[in-house]
């Protein structure tokens, strides 16, 4: 029987499948998937207030500053759907953000329960991100070995040609992952030594992932 809320982080570096993991352990543990890239496309595309605040950032190439992503977040947690629990997809990313986080959870007499993070060998995390393939037009996403078009070339939805994006470019892989084990380094320590960070071998299909996530929540109790 449910009691309480659940909160899950979910954290890892580019490429360790964030995205998929996250919306099966929602769907498993029936709480809300929360994707900040996601709810701020949704913010700017509605035209709400934060929404707008953040576009005016993104059409100066700025960052969006951690208080007006908060405040999309805070709305988020008031929602219906939310009252059960979230599934935190690569957020938060920097101990600021997390404290951030801690602070619209205590609002709701909530905390974060367990952080997950995907563990995945820099090597393999260059193989698959370089092995990525976008369409330009409608932005789907390929993998020349897990998920390839079928004709090799051009997009299964519009025809369009596949492009390799510059960030999917070995250097910039490498670069990116760099500056991610920098700001999280901290991040995974704090959680850490507040003994709610579970380290998940990240490797193998995508079922075999989620069943080590399944067992790292296995301690939680709602």
């Given at each position: 029987m449910v009691t309480r809320a659940l909160d899950v982080v979910l954290l890892g570096p580019p490429g360790a499948g964030k995205g998929t993991q996250a919306r099966r352990l929602a769907e498993a543990f029936v709480l809300l998937h929360i994707s900040t890239?996601?709810?701020?496309?949704?913010?700017v595309a509605r035209g709400t207030a934060p929404g707008l605040e953040a576009k005016a950032f993104m059409n100066r190439g700025e960052l969006v500053p951690d208080e007006v992503v908060?405040?999309?977040?805070?709305?988020?947690?008031?929602?219906?759907?939310?009252?059960?629990?979230?599934?935190?997809?690569?957020?938060p990313r920097t101990t600021a953000q997390a404290h951030l986080l801690d602070g619209l959870l205590a609002e709701l007499n909530r905390r974060i329960d367990v952080a997950?993070?995907?563990?995945?060998?820099?090597?393999?995390?260059?193989?698959?991100?370089?092995?990525r393939r976008s369409c330009p037009?409608?932005?789907?996403?390929?993998?020349?070995t897990a998920h390839p078009p079928k004709d090799g070339a051009n997009c299964d939805g519009c025809g369009s040609g596949l492009v390799l994006r510059d960030d999917d470019h070995d250097g910039a892989i490498r670069e990116r992952l760099r500056v991610y084990k920098a700001a999280t380094a901290p991040l995974l320590d704090l959680y850490r030594g507040r003994g709610i960070l579970r380290e998940i071998a990240g490797t193998g299909t995508p079922d075999q992932v989620h069943g080590r996530l399944r067992d790292g929540m296995r301690s939680v109790k709602r």
């Open positions: 890239g996601d709810l701020l496309r949704d913010e908060g405040r999309m977040l805070l709305r988020q947690l008031h929602s219906q759907q939310a009252s059960v629990g979230c599934v935190y997809d690569g957020y997950l993070f995907l563990d995945v060998p820099d090597e393999e995390l260059v193989t698959r991100m370089a092995g037009a409608c932005g789907s996403v390929y993998h020349l």
